[in-house]
């Protein structure tokens, strides 16, 4: 599991979370264990064979979707927590806004311009700019808990409000 989601999760309400580009699910799996009712998704069907391989192995019941984050439904107000590591669309800033319930918490961590500085053929187009993340989440009307641009690496934890 990522060192960020596991610094981070003890600010999470324990119920249903959606791991966005998930991979090979290392993060849904651990959010499983700590007692959530997990869906993650992912383009790669081969990665998801090897997830829910692992579910199945250690009891686990996450809900793997095979599907393009672009395209997945995001039913409004449903999600307790929402995770998006090491992807970037910006197109579905809104979306996440949409399915996190009032006071859902987004744990979100991608690479940033300096990225570049680590692998220069990485494409502009998938790193943020600086300040760009929680300026979009702020615009969103989150609460930012932490945002922190360090080495390549943006990390933004932010809460979306409750209802009034």
């Known amino acids: 599991m990522h060192p960020t989601l596991v610094q981070y999760l003890p600010w999470a309400s324990v119920g249903r979370a959606l791991d966005i580009a998930c991979g090979t699910g290392e993060n849904a799996l651990y959010l499983a264990q700590q007692g959530f009712h997990v869906d993650a ?6 990665a998801l064979r090897q997830a829910q391989r692992q579910a199945r192995a250690r009891g686990l019941p996450v809900h793997f979707i095979v599907c393009d984050a672009v395209t997945f439904s995001y ?5 307790d927590l929402v995770l998006n590591f090491y992807f970037l669309e910006r197109r579905i800033f809104p979306l996440i806004a949409r399915t996190l319930k009032p006071g859902g918490l987004l744990i979100f961590e991608t690479f940033n311009w300096r990225h ?5 053929e990485a494409n502009p ?16 009307g ?3 808990l932490t945002h922190k641009e360090e080495d390549n ?11 009034p």
């Open 41 to 46: 998704l992912d383009i790669s069907e081969v």
């Open 75 to 79: 039913p409004p107000n449903t999600y």
């Open 116 to 120: 570049r500085q680590v692998r220069p």
């Open 125 to 140: 187009a998938h790193l943020l700019r600086p300040g760009e993340l929680g300026q979009a989440f702020t615009d969103l």
């Open 142 to 144: 989150f609460h930012i």
């Open 153 to 163: 690496r943006t990390t933004l934890v932010a809460r979306k409000p409750k209802a």
